[in-house]
Antibody, heavy 125, light 107 residues
Framework: EVQLVESGGGLVQPGGSLRLSCAASGFTFSSYWMSWVRQAPGKGLEWVANINEDGSEKYYVDSVKGRFTISRDNVKNSLYLQMNLQMNSLRAEDTAVYYC??????????????WGQGTLVTVSS | EIVMTQSPATLSVSPGERATLSCRASQSVSSNLAWYQQKPGQAPRLLIYAVSTRATDIPARFSGSGSGTEFTLTISSLQSEDFAVYYCQQYNNWPYTFGQGTKLEIK
């Protein structure tokens, strides 16, 4: 059974940093693209970042480019999202549930049929 | 960035009736269009990809149609468990983008 378990969320002050983790199991992690998708409270979904199987290709939505870094460890079967330590890096609009997601062998590339339960990041002073 | 626009924002339908949800893209997404269902407190669930292909274990009452910029999700006979928020998503161009959602509520 595919399982994706996020962790690392919490309360962080504007300008702070946070690293989210996603522990994957039940599938060959190193064979699949992975993604982070977020959802602000009461709002819709926003696709944040993608990473390919070996970590050599990374894509970001413009709103997080230069501030967030997606990475993976195929030995530990883990996905990460570093929400970066820079002046004004984390903003109130980054407050959201962050989901880790991937697709199984039958779903189309670019869609996600396996999702974690999400981890809440709250940016507030 | 491709903007996805869903209508209506809220749809009130009685159980057993048909629901039709619409999604429009700001430019062609070819057939790279998916639909998700999300219930409160849960992660999204993939329903449809490639416009009309049902994902694994999705009931046949869910169907998708359309091409280019205009797409439709139809639920043929609403069951109680179908009342939720539905999102369309394009994966033709990066960044992948979602519509703002249609809330399907019980009439």
């Amino acid at each position: 059974e595919v399982q994706l378990v996020e962790s690392g969320g919490g309360l962080v002050q504007p300008g702070g940093s946070l690293r989210l983790s996603c522990a994957a199991s039940g599938f060959t992690f190193s064979s699949y693209w992975m993604s982070w998708v977020r959802q602000a409270p009461g709002k819709g979904l926003e696709w944040v970042a993608n990473i390919n199987e070996d970590g050599s290709e990374k894509y970001y939505v413009d709103s997080v480019k230069g501030r967030f870094t997606i990475s993976r460890d195929n030995v530990k079967n883990s996905l990460y999202l570093q929400m970066n330590l820079q002046m004004n890096s984390l903003r109130a609009e980054d407050t959201a549930v962050y989901y880790c997601a991937t697709r199984g062998p039958l779903a189309a590339a670019g869609t996600r049929d396996y999702w974690g339960q999400g981890t809440l990041v709250t940016v507030s002073s | 960035e491709i903007v996805m626009t869903q209508s209506p924002a809220t749809l009130s339908v009685s159980p057993g009736e048909r629901a039709t949800l619409s999604c429009r893209a700001s430019q062609s997404v070819s057939s790279n269009l998916a639909w998700y269902q999300q219930k409160p407190g849960q992660a999204p669930r993939l329903l449809i990809y490639a416009v009309s292909t049902r994902a694994t274990d999705i009931p046949a009452r869910f169907s998708g149609s359309g091409s280019g910029t205009e797409f439709t999700l139809t639920i043929s006979s609403l069951q109680s468990e179908d009342f939720a928020v539905y999102y369309c998503q394009q994966y033709n161009n990066w960044p992948y983008t979602f519509g703002q959602g249609t809330k399907l509520e019980i009439k």
